[in-house]
Nanobody
Framework: QVLLVESGGGLVQAVDSRRLSCAAS????????MGWFRQAPGKEREFVAA????????NYEDSVKGRFTISRDNTKNAVSLQMNSLKPEDTAVYYC?????????????????WGQGTQVTVSS
């Protein structure tokens, strides 16, 4: 069992930066692939970024490539999402998720544990 708690959301201005953090409790954090997903009002939950269990590989949704960076610290059981050059269309609830799959999976159904989400609102 893995418990995930996100933090760092809030109201930001367009082009500003924000860093989301996800703290994980439970055993064997370093064996889980981790991902960030988001869900805007009236839309499906969508993939944002993912990182492999050992941190060696990552994957990004096209609209965030070059702006967002996912990282993890297996010594602290934590994963982060650095978001730069934010746009109003980035407004959503952001979720941290853990999967038994080693690699940076983009498929939500492969994730086994989810956090409660943190709201990010980007004003223009």
């Amino acid at each position: 069992q893995v418990l995930l708690v996100e933090s760092g959301g809030g109201l930001v201005q367009a082009v500003d930066s924000r860093r989301l953090s996800c703290a994980a409790s439970g055993r064997s954090f370093s064996s889980y692939g981790m991902g960030w997903f988001r869900q805007a009002p009236g839309k499906e939950r969508e993939f944002v970024a993912a990182i492999s269990a050992n941190g060696g590989n990552s994957n990004y949704e096209d609209s965030v490539k070059g702006r967002f960076t996912i990282s993890r610290d297996n010594t602290k059981n934590a994963v982060s999402l650095q978001m730069n050059s934010l746009k109003p269309e980035d407004t959503a609830v952001y979720y941290c998720a853990a999967t038994y799959w080693f690699g940076p999976s983009v498929v939500p159904n492969l994730y086994n544990y989810w956090g409660q989400g943190t709201q990010v609102t980007v004003s223009s």
